[in-house]
């Protein structure tokens, strides 16, 4: 059976951070209540005329020197992005540009915060199904640009980064202990696609607009769905809860995260938190995650992680991976 084995991570931020006592002098917050409801300290701000291609393509040069690959041998590439350069081409094709052989295909997938979940589920299948050996995907956002910087409900959540891995092509056997994405659940609900949102758009406003959230029935949803997904996703390889080896969740707020890992009786330890350095990222967060717990050697080869997320949609999901 063919497997999608992750071959190399990397990730970017940008260099400006700002602070919640940054934040406390731009609007009537502080740093107690946004610690207290999100756990977030800090979040990276993208440069004047940084793009999201620009936070991608340096991710994915990280990635790409992990796997030990050049940009020539990849065969796909995939950028989950709710925050695109320009509403068309799509930045996928930027990348390409900048590291990839002309005329391979690029596109971006658009899934709000589940957005690498859902980039990963189209890379694993277009692997399986014979049509790329080597993918890139990566997971990009400057949200900073479509914050609305006088609502303090929302600008205080979010941030701007980019995570980025290689997914290669390798046997298995079809059992939970082959090495790559062992299963990915992917679900959506339009009905509620007002409770989250973006107030503009090409065919609405014509412009680019600010995000909108009804915070409280978002967090109700989060916990629910997220737990749903993590248990079909386990029940799928008859795996039990204490087979995780990591949980790397979209860093929305830290009460989601210690919510859908009470709910599933996991170990908290187990859970890999970047929400207080990054904020919520979007897409870009799980990679981002991802790459750091790689990075100080928290996740080892053969660890079993399970990914997960919930975004604007509603859209949320799962994937099962063997590292
Ligand atoms: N600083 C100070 N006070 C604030 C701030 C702020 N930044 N924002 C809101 N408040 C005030 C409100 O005005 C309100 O005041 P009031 O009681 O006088 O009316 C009070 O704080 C409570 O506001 P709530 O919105 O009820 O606060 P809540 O406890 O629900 O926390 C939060 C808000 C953090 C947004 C929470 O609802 C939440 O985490 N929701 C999930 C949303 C989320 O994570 N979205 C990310 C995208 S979706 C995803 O990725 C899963």
Redesign the pocket.
């Known amino acids: 059976m063919r497997r999608s084995v992750i071959a190399g991570t990397g990730s970017y931020l940008p260099a400006k951070i700002l602070t919640n006592h940054d934040l406390a002098k731009m609007?009537?917050?502080?740093d107690e209540?946004?610690v207290e409801?999100?756990g977030i300290r800090q979040r990276h701000i993208a440069a004047d005329g940084e793009k999201t291609s620009d936070l991608a393509i340096a991710a994915a040069h990280k990635a790409l020197a992990a796997a030990g690959i050049k940009g020539a041998d990849i065969d796909l590439i995939v950028v989950a992005t709710a925050t695109p350069d320009q509403t068309f081409p799509a930045t996928a094709a930027r990348v390409q540009a900048a590291l990839a052989r002309p005329g391979i295909p690029s596109f971006d997938v658009q899934a709000v915060?589940s957005g690498f979940v859902y980039g990963l589920a189209t890379a694993d299948n277009f692997i399986k199904a014979g049509q790329a050996n080597t993918v890139l995907l990566i997971g990009a956002e400057v949200f900073s640009r479509i914050l609305d910087w006088k609502d303090?409900?929302t600008c205080?959540?979010f941030g701007d980064g980019a995570g980025a891995v290689v997914l290669k092509a390798a046997d298995g056997k079809g059992t939970p202990a082959d090495q790559g994405v062992l299963s990915t659940h992917l679900h959506s609900d339009g009905r509620h696609h007002d409770m989250?949102y973006v107030d503009g758009g090409p065919s609405t406003t014509q412009l680019a607009g600010h995000i909108r959230?009804k915070?409280?029935e978002?967090?109700r949803h989060?916990v629910v769905n997220l737990a749903a997904t993590v248990e079909e996703a386990l029940a799928a390889n008859a795996l039990p809860v204490s087979a995780i080896d990591w949980l790397v969740p979209?860093q929305?707020?830290r009460?989601?995260l210690d919510s859908t890992a009470d709910k599933l009786g996991l170990d908290p330890s187990k859970v890999v938190i970047t929400v207080d350095k990054h904020a919520?990222t979007s897409a870009a967060s799980i990679p981002l995650a991802l790459d750091t717990a790689v990075g100080d050697g928290r996740i080892k080869r053969g660890d079993l992680l399970l990914l997960e997320a919930?975004?604007?949609g509603f859209t949320w999901g799962s994937a099962l991976v063997r590292f």
């Open positions: 609007v009537d917050t502080s209540w946004i409801r999100s915060c303090r409900a205080v959540l989250l959230m915070g409280k978002v967090f989060a979209h929305a707020n009460r989601i919520n919930m975004g604007g």
